[in-house]
């Protein structure tokens, strides 16, 4: 009997839908026990959310500093695969997430056990899953592929579509915004990842060691966005720190910083972005290898 633990924390519930689509086909297998472990944080973080406190959690969430979880235990103390999906927080695994690898208790859960990752988010992913890496690689486990389902409205229009559905809780609050979020069809779709998943499980009783999900388009790589993954990434990890100089998050001098940085930030999107992007198409002709080598290394496992 192979056992399969899924791990899981979703504000939205568009998360647990992408899981659920994975895993479906390997719950039908009678010969595979399915695990799942829902994350919850002692102090829950709300859905719709919002705008103020939604970045009062940005220092803590990219600093990765730990909140406390409700306790949690698991049917068996080592599984053949873990299916440990997450969302992305300021280009960072959610705060749930990442508090939950830090814990002694999930080290010892993941240790060597081999690990695919199933990420939903709003198109930059590559910054959190390296930090994830980091995690896993901290837990001794194996990452054997990652799978990436990204909103469907487009990198542009996702800036403000995604916002409004994080603070009203409507996909599409206002008739001119494209609906924010995985597609219906992507989601459905997602099932072919748990076909091959449960093919593998059932080729024979050895560990599995590497990618089971190679030719399925399991992430997509936008390559306009590595550059500017990379300068937010910098700027979040600054502004982190000084934001945590202002106060905790409920005070005064918190709420001040965040204010300024704010600002910072729709500055930061309407013109460091674009003209990143500018740059880089300007000047793809000379760095085109190096673009190929970059979208090769963050497919990895997978391959796009």
Not at 201 to 211: Q, V
Request: with cysteine; glycine share 4%.
């Amino acid at each position: 009997m192979r056992k399969v633990l899924t791990v899981n924390f979703s504000q939205t519930g568009q998360l647990s839908s992408i899981l659920q689509s994975v895993v479906g086909p390997i719950k039908e297998n009678k010969d595979i026990t399915v695990d799942h472990l829902v994350i919850k944080p002692k102090v829950n973080f709300p859905f719709p959310w919002p705008f103020g406190q939604f970045f009062r959690v940005f220092p803590e969430t990219v600093a990765m500093d730990p909140i406390e979880l409700e306790p949690f235990t698991t049917q068996f103390e080592q599984y053949d695969l873990i299916i440990l999906s997450y969302q992305v927080w300021f280009l960072t695994p959610s705060l749930p997430i990442s508090s939950f690898m830090q814990l002694p208790q999930t080290k010892k859960l993941f240790n060597n056990t081999p690990v695919v990752t199933v990420i939903g988010c709003r198109g930059m992913w590559l910054s959190a899953q390296e930090k994830m890496k980091k995690l896993l690689a901290d837990a001794n486990a194996k990452l054997v592929d990652n799978v990436v389902l990204s909103d469907d409205c487009g990198a542009a229009f996702s800036f403000l579509a995604t916002p409004l559905w994080m603070m009203t809780g409507k996909k599409k609050p206002l008739s001119w915004v494209p609906a924010a979020g995985v597609s219906e069809s992507d989601i459905t779709n997602a099932r072919r990842f748990g076909v091959a998943i449960n093919q593998r499980l059932m080729y024979d009783e050895s560990a599995i060691t590497s990618p089971m999900l190679s030719g399925l388009n399991a992430v997509k790589i936008n390559e306009k966005l590595i550059a500017s993954e990379r300068v937010g990434n910098h700027s979040f990890s600054i502004w982190s720190k000084i934001l945590k100089k202002f106060g905790s998050q409920q005070s005064i001098g918190r709420a001040i910083g965040l204010s300024i940085y704010v600002v910072f930030l729709v500055t930061l999107i309407l013109t460091v972005v674009p003209i990143t992007a500018i740059i880089k198409k300007l000047i793809a002709p000379l760095t085109r290898n190096k673009i190929a080598k970059q979208k090769a290394y963050f497919a990895e496992p997978s391959g796009e």
